[in-house]
């Protein structure tokens, strides 16, 4: 069969500060008509830049220093501009990796599908609106009529992943590069997504390019994976060889450092739990627009325990985590950390009660969390300061702080541009530990790392919990890892308990459908 997309020898570099950075060394890969080819490998390894060049996206610093891109045959790499234009979207479209970036915030969303359809096809404005509306319907979004009229910001993550699906789709064209389309979704719109990706690519009989750091997701969706390391192919092969006898170390090193059902941490069960720490009784909570957020939830933390919190985007993960935190009050219930009623004081006022360094929080995206006119070392020293923390000791404080996390000192004068995603995510442990806490709420801390950095920073919080006697409410859509560092967790769904348990139980044998459901959408190396 013959190659769609041919890349040979391909070689990318970036202009610097610091001259020329080379990011692609001699690249080869293909795919053939109807084919689903998946690229994995690490942040760095060249994946997203291999995909960009591919279709002449590179910014301005970006540029091809040697090698042939063949589209049905026709040498791209340095084709007319004019070219490019009919090229991107009719023949070939992409999917990116962050659909709100990427969707214009303030054009309605079928707007923007009669736009890529009116740039490739003459159409009156009534029938690329029609061919929009089909394109929404194709997606499975609900009630599409409405959602033409939508904006962005009015609609899920998974939803605006759709939008792009339809927009990328609109055109039909013959090869369709996803990348990253499914990070930060939660496990059952992930699986819709990549089901529904599967089937347009097969109705339609178009070729699939899939970028991805989930292994699993790979091993199951793609006919053939190439492994990517610093801008190198290093491995292609099928699935069932690839992940079950792969050859080359770096390959095996992704493999061994993914979760799976059977992936255990050193420490998970070295220590017993203590007494209680966290009592949350009958919580419940409304937003303004009527929303039930949370609706009458029970659980308890002991010390040095960690509960996992699972279920889909919208479940009340996020809420609860939250107004544990105090970051939001209830409508009604209480939270009680040891003793004291932490939930009877405003969200306002909770920065001066005694309690505030009692509870800390970790957030999602390290790097958007942390001051980019923060040093390390300010980010770490900042709460101290705030806290009332001995001046004449933070210095100290700091270092001691970023070394329990695992963070080099020489670090600490760095800024957040300057650090990788694995530092940042160390940096924002360091900042919750600072204050000595007793409970770390941990937001999704891993969802955006790769799998080798977020298998170091789960071992470094299994270390820090069996250690210190640190309790943990881990929230997370990624069940292996919640699998992995939990010994008990809650399933949420609408806001309300539909099971707990012993993690291993609940995973082995789930008693409630929705979270047969859940277990049912994780992504596995078996074939």
Not at 103 to 127: E, F, K, T, Y
Request: positive net charge; glycine residues 8%.
């Amino acid at each position: 069969m013959s190659a769609l997309l041919r890349v040979e020898d391909l070689q990318v570099s970036f202009a610097t500060r610091a001259g020329n950075v080379k990011a692609l060394h001699g690249v080869n890969l293909e795919i053939a008509a109807g084919e689903t080819l998946g690229i994995v490998g690490e942040s760095g390894s060249g994946k997203s830049v291999t995909a960009l060049a591919a279709l002449r996206l590179l910014d301005r610093a970006g540029r091809i220093d040697g090698g042939r891109i063949l589209w049905r045959g026709e040498d791209i790499a340095h084709a007319s501009r004019r070219r490019l234009h009919a090229l991107r979207g009719a023949e070939i479209a992409m999917i990116f990796q962050n659909p709100r970036a990427a969707l214009n915030p303030i054009r309605s969303v079928g707007a923007q599908i009669i736009d890529a359809l009116r740039a490739h096809r003459s159409l009156s404005h009534a029938a690329a609106a029609a061919e929009a509306l089909e394109a929404l319907r194709q997606v499975r979004i609900r009630e599409p009529e409405r959602r033409m009229r939508a904006y962005p910001h009015e609609l899920s993550g998974g939803m605006c992943q759709r939008v792009m699906i339809a927009m990328a789709m609109a055109c039909k064209p013959a090869l369709l590069i996803a990348d990253e389309p499914t990070t930060g979704l939660d496990v059952t719109t992930q699986k819709a997504v990549m089901d529904l990706l599967g089937e347009l690519t097969r109705d339609h009989a178009m070729a699939l390019i899939l970028i991805t750091h989930d292994l699993a997701l790979a091993a199951q969706h793609c006919r053939r994976v190439t492994v990517m390391e610093q801008g190198r192919v290093v491995e292609t092969a099928a699935p069932a060889t690839l992940f079950t006898a792969p050859a080359h170390p770096y390959t095996q090193r992704l493999v061994a450092a993914s979760p799976t059902a059977t992936s255990t941490l050193p420490h998970r069960d070295s220590r017993s739990a203590g007494p209680q720490l966290l009592q949350v009784s009958h919580l419940t909570k409304r937003f303004a627009d009527g929303t039930l957020g949370v609706d009458n939830v029970s659980f308890t933390i002991a010390q040095g325990e960690s509960l996992g919190l699972v279920g889909e985007s919208g479940s009340g993960k996020t809420t609860i985590s939250r107004l544990v935190c105090r970051l939001m009050d209830a409508d009604s219930g209480e939270i009680r950390l040891g003793a004291a009623n932490i939930g009877a004081v405003p969200a306002c006022d909770f920065y001066r009660a005694p309690q505030r360094r009692d509870v800390q929080i970790v957030f999602q995206d390290a790097g958007e969390s942390l001051n980019p006119r923060f040093t390390a070392f300010d980010a770490i020293a900042d709460p101290l300061l705030r806290l009332g923390a001995d001046r004449s000791r933070i210095k100290q404080t700091v270092a001691e702080g970023a070394i329990r996390a695992g963070l080099s000192p020489d670090l600490l004068g760095r800024y957040p541009h300057q650090l990788s995603g694995g530092q940042k995510a160390r940096i924002g442990i360091a900042r919750a530990l600072a204050s000595q806490p007793k409970l770390l709420v941990l937001d999704e801390p891993t969802a955006a790392l790769d799998v080798s950095v977020q298998a170091v920073i789960l071992e470094l919080l299994d270390r820090l919990r069996a250690e210190q006697g640190l309790a943990y409410l881990f929230v997370s859509h990624d069940l292996n890892v919640v699998r992995m560092l939990c010994a008990r967790l809650i399933v949420l769904q609408h806001g309300r308990i539909v099971e707990q348990g012993d993690a291993q139980s609940v995973f082995r044998s789930p008693q409630s459908p929705y979270t047969a459901e859940l277990v049912a959408c994780i992504p596995r190396f078996a074939l």
